[in-house]
């Protein structure tokens, strides 16, 4: 079992920056993948940003490419997600996910209780 807890979300104007943490307890060593989600109302959730924690590499949805960073900290057990020039369009619930088979959207099954990040025009 896998325990993760979100924090750093806030409200910015566009073009701020915000950091955010999770932190993974329990069963760490059976994780696979990292990785953050985010849901603005009425719509989907989406995967932002999924890392690979034997490989190393990471995957970014289109929409945050350039903007956002997502990095682990091996130690601590805990993913980052570094979100810069931030639009409005980010605005969402993100939700920190981990994953034990593989970064595939479907294999993450523990689940944090989200952050809310507003950006304003």
């Known amino acids: 079992q896998v325990h993760v807890v979100e924090s750093g979300g806030g409200s910015v104007q566009a073009g701020g920056s915000l950091r955010l943490s999770c932190e993974a307890s329990?069963?760490?060593?059976?994780?696979?993948?990292a990785g953050w989600f985010r849901q603005a109302p009425g719509k989907e959730r989406e995967a932002v940003a999924r890392l690979n924690i034997g490989g190393g590499w990471t995957l970014y949805d289109d929409s945050v490419k350039g903007r956002f960073t997502a990095s682990r900290d091996k130690v601590t057990n805990t993913l980052y997600l570094h979100m810069n020039n931030l639009k409005p369009e980010d605005t969402a619930m993100y939700y920190c996910a981990s994953a034990r088979d593989s970064c595939r959207n479907s294999d993450f099954g523990y689940w944090g209780q989200g952050t809310q990040v507003t950006v304003s025009s």
């Open positions: 329990g069963d760490t060593s059976s994780i696979k993948c």
